[in-house]
């Protein structure tokens, strides 16, 4: 099978140095039409394919990302492995702002999105046990090491609904749940890629501390903004370093990512619905 990274993030991304044959491609989803288009390229050989998450001018907040569109599209596009790239606050002091942390838990705590490709008509349990690949959120550990960024490994990411930050009461709880980062975007993206059949990294960009923190009490947008500006270079130079690390031929992913739902779907085959099952072709045609 061929590599094609998937790369969900904002803006600043998709001025990645050395992408070859760059174009912004409409993708047509039965699933609603996805944040923009998607930029596709190739980067040292391998396809990439760039999603900005709310839009080229920040057009969808947290919950009207059409997340289900974009995963969807993306899976469309071919597309193998996605590494989502997000700006999130820390619960942990030594989880600075400027800092890359590797996520591989997550606490979901939005309440107004779709959340699944699936239900009536064809119903399907995907295990989220293990939510993001380890093979490769390695991969961008490591990229994000070579780019000079100080990296921490593993680490559970409170979804909030938004778009308001945090009430004090609100971060200290979560700090209290021992949760280490927050953000607003990861859910239910994490949860499509899976039912995708799709390997799922996370990478949080830490821009502030949230509210708990007794010296940064209040979050700023001003020096959130001024410290994504001073990730944004560090961020494509991990999408830039990716293709070598994965290399242009994918095997089978050893955690089981592309194959979520070999034993997931739970509808009898007489009793799923046509129209759903259309809509499912590209997510889930492997199995139906």
């Known amino acids: 099978m061929e590599t094609v990274i998937g ?27 996805p944040s923009d288009a998607i930029l596709t390229g190739r980067l ?4 990439l394919a ?21 995963i969807d599209a993306l899976k469309r596009l071919g597309v193998t492995d996605v590494i ?12 600075a702002p400027g800092d890359f942390l590797i996520v591989d838990q997550f606490i979901d ?37 070579a780019a000079g960024v100080k990296v921490h490994r593993g680490g559970t990411y ?14 200290r709880l979560y700090k209290g749940w ?20 799709l390997c799922y990294a996370s990478v949080a960009m830490i821009t502030d501390y949230d509210s708990w923190h007794e010296g940064h009490d209040t979050v700023d947008i001003t020096k959130i903004l001024a410290t994504l500006a001073g990730n944004a270079d560090a961020a494509r130079k ?10 242009t031929d994918r095997g089978s992913c050893p955690h089981g990512c592309d194959h979520a739902l070999d034993h997931a779907i739970m509808t009898a085959p007489d009793k799923r619905d046509p129209g759903l099952l259309s809509r499912l072709d590209a997510v889930a045609g492997r199995v139906l």
Not at 183 to 190: H, L, S
């Open 7 to 33: 790369v969900i993030g904002g803006s600043g991304l998709y001025e990645i140095p050395g992408l070859e044959e760059a174009t912004w491609q409409r993708v047509d989803s039965p699933w609603g039409a």
């Open 44 to 47: 040292d050989g391998i396809r």
């Open 50 to 70: 760039f999603l900005p998450r709310h839009g080229r001018g920040h057009v969808h907040s947290p919950t009207t990302v059409p997340y289900r569109a974009n």
């Open 84 to 95: 989502s790239v997000s700006a999130c606050g820390s619960f942990r002091e030594e989880l």
């Open 109 to 145: 705590r939005t309440f107004a999105r779709e959340k699944s490709f699936f239900g009536t008509g064809c119903v399907a349990h995907v295990s989220l046990a293990h939510p993001t690949c380890a093979r490769l959120g390695q991969a961008a550990a490591q990229a994000a090491e």
């Open 158 to 171: 409170l979804a909030m609904e938004g778009p308001q930050f945090s009430s004090v009461a609100e971060s």
């Open 178 to 197: 021992g949760c280490d980062v927050i953000g607003m975007t990861n859910m239910p993206e994490a949860k499509l890629a899976r039912e995708a059949e």
């Open 238 to 247: 991990l999408v830039a370093d990716m293709p070598g690390r994965l290399g």
